[in-house]
Each structure stands twice: as C-alpha cells, then as structure tokens.
C-alpha cells in the first residue's frame, strides 16, 4: 500500500546568477510501514525536497500525495526531526515538556498525553531525564528528545532530514540502531534523508539516490549563507 507519493516533483529557484532547478523531475512511491533513505551529495536538493513533503515549500510543478491527499501544507499525520536538535528543542522547557508541547497543541487529553510520552522516552531511553533540560543533555541525548517528541505524535510518517550530521561517531551508530528499533517496533513509515551513502545502506530497507541536478549553476556560485 503507498502511503507517500511523490509525482513529477520539480522545484526551480530563482537567484541572482538565473534560475536553479534544485530538484528535477522526480517521482518515486513510500509504502506503508517502510524505512526508505534519501541519499545524495550536498546540493543534490534534499532539504527542497523534504520541504516540500512536508508540505513547508510549494514545487514548482509536481505533486506530493500522502495517504491519497495532495498535500498542499503540513499535514497533520506527519513528524519531522531536523538536523538542528539544538534549536528544535525549547529551552524554557523540560525534556517531559519538550515531548508534550506538540500533543497539547493537537489538544490530546491528559491521560493519553502522559501515557504516550512516558513510552516514547522509554523508548530512547530517557524515561530517567525526562525533569532534565534541554541544555543539561548531549547532543545525541537532545536529538533522543527530538526522536521521542516526533513519535509521541503517533505520525503516520516520521521524515528526518540529516539528524545525525552534528554528533559523533559512536552517537551516530547509537542513534541510528535506535531508528531501526523504533521503525521495527512502531511499525512507523520512515523517509530518512542523509548525504552519508553508508548511513543509508545500513539504515534503510530501500535507497532513493538523488544526483546532483545537471542544471544547477555552477558551484562556486553558491555563496553559503551562515546559520546564524
Ligand atoms: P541538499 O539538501 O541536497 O544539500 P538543497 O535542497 O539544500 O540540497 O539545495 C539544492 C540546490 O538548490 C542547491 O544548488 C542550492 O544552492 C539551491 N537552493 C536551495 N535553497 C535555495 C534558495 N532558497 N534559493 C536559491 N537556491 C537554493
Ligand atoms: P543543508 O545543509 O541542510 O543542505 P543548505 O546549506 O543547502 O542546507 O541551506 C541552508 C538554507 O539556506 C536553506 O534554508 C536553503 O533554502 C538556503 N539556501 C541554500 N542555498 C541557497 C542559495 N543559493 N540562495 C539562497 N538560499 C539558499
């Protein structure tokens, strides 16, 4: 059964040096219940992509259909874990708090709150941090509270964009066997996107490869903008 369709998606840019076609003419289906990566190098217009799955940046021609609706903004059945664990987390809150806040907005009553958080930090392994604040953990442990708070949302899929690009190798390994264990114990659908090809070999039942677009401009154009 597809769960996620992606049809003929195209996204071009505008930009001082002329357009930029970050992602070219691309379909491909996600099924229900698979652990599918996204692989390709930097450029190849995975962040364009993801955004607009998540339905944060419109194609420019091409559609995106989850569970048979054209997704046209974020849609309620879907979890995202971004790179940026540090910034995706509330620092006036605590790890509990975190995990929380997204259910209260979705107005998910007490009881089955405390029920759904208490599984999900079981399931990173936090239940003991969940007093804890954001600043007082690692960085593997925040992207954990990142993991956690996607799937207490119950999505029906859990999209992450590079989340283990910012730690360390023994983290990474940690938190990538902790995807495989969630996929494989929730069932959750995963699209995980990653420029690192080993990461998406030992990860992911199947692997989408994006090239880097022919017809972008060239590199040495692109000016990186900073972060913060
Ligand atoms: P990746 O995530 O694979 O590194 P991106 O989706 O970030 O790829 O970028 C794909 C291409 O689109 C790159 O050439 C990038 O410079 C360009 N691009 C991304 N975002 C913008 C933007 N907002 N405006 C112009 N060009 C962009
Ligand atoms: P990532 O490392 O996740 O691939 P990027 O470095 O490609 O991210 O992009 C970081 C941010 O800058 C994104 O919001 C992207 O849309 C924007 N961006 C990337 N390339 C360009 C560009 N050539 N012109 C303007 N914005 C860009």
Same mark, same amino acid.
Not at 91 to 113: Q, S, Y
Not at 206 to 219: A, K, N
């Given at each position: 059964?597809?769960?996620?369709?992606? %049809?003929?998606?195209?996204?071009?840019?505008?930009?001082?040096?002329? *357009?930029?076609?970050?992602?070219?003419?691309?379909?491909? #289906?996600?099924?229900?219940?698979? /652990?599918?990566?996204?692989?390709?190098?930097?450029?190849?217009?995975?962040?364009? $992509?993801?955004?607009?799955?998540?339905?944060?940046?419109? *194609? &420019?021609?091409?559609?995106?259909?989850?569970?048979?609706?054209?997704?046209?903004?974020?849609?309620?059945?879907?979890?995202?874990?971004?790179?940026?664990?540090? %910034?995706?987390?509330?620092? =006036?809150?605590?790890?509990?708090?975190?995990?929380? /806040?997204?259910?209260?907005?979705?107005?998910?009553?007490?009881?089955?709150?405390?029920?759904?958080?208490?599984?999900?930090?079981?399931?990173?392994?936090?239940?003991?941090?969940?007093?804890?604040?954001? =600043? !007082?953990?690692?960085?593997?442990? !925040? !992207?954990?509270?990142?993991?956690?708070?996607?799937?207490?949302?119950?999505?029906?899929? $859990? /999209?992450? #964009?590079?989340?283990?690009?910012?730690?360390?190798? !023994?983290?990474?390994?940690?938190?990538?066997?902790?995807?495989? #264990?969630? =996929?494989?114990?929730?069932?959750?659908?995963?699209?995980?996107? &990653?420029?690192?090809?080993?990461?998406?070999?030992?990860?992911?039942?199947?692997?989408?490869?994006?090239?880097?677009?022919?017809?972008?401009?060239?590199?040495?154009?692109?000016? #990186?903008?900073?972060?913060?």
């Amino acid at each position: 059964e597809v769960l996620l369709s992606v %049809r003929g998606v195209r996204k071009i840019y505008p930009s001082a040096a002329g *357009p930029v076609e970050a992602v070219r003419d691309l379909t491909f #289906d996600v099924r229900r219940g698979e /652990l599918a990566c996204i692989v390709g190098p930097s450029g190849a217009g995975k962040t364009t $992509l993801l955004k607009i799955i998540a339905g944060l940046l419109e *194609p &420019t021609s091409g559609q995106v259909i989850l569970e048979g609706e054209p997704v046209s903004g974020p849609p309620r059945t879907m979890a995202v874990v971004f790179q940026e664990y540090g %910034r995706s987390l509330f620092p =006036w809150l605590t790890v509990r708090g975190n995990v929380e /806040l997204p259910l209260k907005n979705a107005r998910v009553p007490a009881a089955e709150r405390a029920r759904r958080i208490d599984e999900a930090l079981e399931a990173v392994g936090l239940a003991h941090a969940h007093r804890r604040y954001p =600043w !007082q953990l690692s960085g593997g442990m !925040q !992207q954990r509270v990142a993991i956690a708070r996607a799937v207490a949302y119950e999505p029906h899929i $859990l /999209l992450m #964009d590079e989340p283990f690009a910012a730690v360390d190798a !023994q983290t990474r390994a940690d938190l990538e066997d902790l995807v495989r #264990d969630i =996929w494989h114990r929730l069932g959750v659908t995963v699209l995980f996107v &990653t420029h690192d090809i080993d990461e998406s070999v030992y990860l992911g039942e199947r692997v989408i490869i994006l090239s880097s677009s022919p017809t972008v401009v060239q590199e040495d154009v692109h000016i #990186d903008l900073p972060d913060e």
